[in-house]
Structure formats: structure tokens, C-alpha cells
């Protein structure tokens, strides 16, 4: 009788653990896609290259971009290589981190701090909206 009690239990932790890992899986990809969105949007918009250089992975899984022009060739050179559960927003412009921190010659034009300080704070609840 006991050892179909503790059969049954870790049956149910396993079930259990399932469950949290598909929530902060699809909470991560809330934070992360929200992150990304307010970094692209709050991107300095000069010519707008970088903006559309902007993309962002949760996973193995490149879920968006910033919108190319016609002609553009898309940015895959360079994609991190992630686990399941990690996040990954990132600029392939080139300059982008000139942008956010500033050079010499340059003040810096911060856009995805303010970003990534506007939505962090709202990972646990994004997890716990899926549970």
C-alpha cells in the first residue's frame, strides 16, 4: 500500500512540475515579448536600422523581429544559443550597444534599459497568470 502512495505522489509531482515548467515557459515569452517591443519601439529612430535589427529569442526559437525594409536581408548571423528556459533580446546592428551606452564622441541614447526596467517587474506575474 505505501509504495503505491509514493507511486501516486511523484506521479503527481511530476505532472505538477510539468505544468510550472509550460508557465514560466509561456510567462518568460510574455516578459521577453514585451521587453522586446518597448526596446524596438523606444529604439533611437534615425534611419531605423537598428530598430528593425532588433530581435529577440526565448528557447531555440527567434519568435520576432524588428520590421525590414524590402531588399533587407534578414539578421540571423550572430543568434544565441539558448536553453528552453532563457530569454534573449539582442540588436544585430552593430552599434546598437554605442546606442544604449554612448561612445567619446557620443552621449548615450538609452532604450533598452528603460525598457527592460519598465517590464521586468511584471516576469512573476506573467508566470503566475499561466498556472
Sequence with gaps: MKLKVAWQVSLKIKEAMEQVDKA????LRDSVTKIANTT????????????????????????????????EK?????????????????????????????TSKMPARPYFRK?????IKDLPKDIKAHL
Excluded: C, Q
Excluded at 514560466?24 to 510567462?27: A, C, I, Q, R
Excluded at 529612430?45 to 531588399?71: E, M
Excluded at 534578414?74 to 554612448?102: N, V
Design 74 to 102: 534578414p539578421f540571423f548571423e550572430g543568434d544565441p544559443d539558448l536553453k528552453r528556459l532563457e530569454g534573449a533580446i539582442y540588436s544585430t546592428s552593430g552599434y546598437g550597444g554605442y546606442l544604449e551606452t554612448g
Design 115 to 119: 525598457a527592460l526596467d519598465l517590464h
Design 24 to 27: 514560466v515557459e509561456k510567462g
Design 40 to 71: 524596438i519601439k523606444e529604439s533611437p529612430n534615425v534611419t531605423g536600422h537598428n530598430a528593425r535589427s532588433i530581435a529577440y529569442k526565448i528557447g531555440s526559437k527567434v519568435t520576432r523581429r524588428g520590421k525590414s525594409k524590402s531588399g
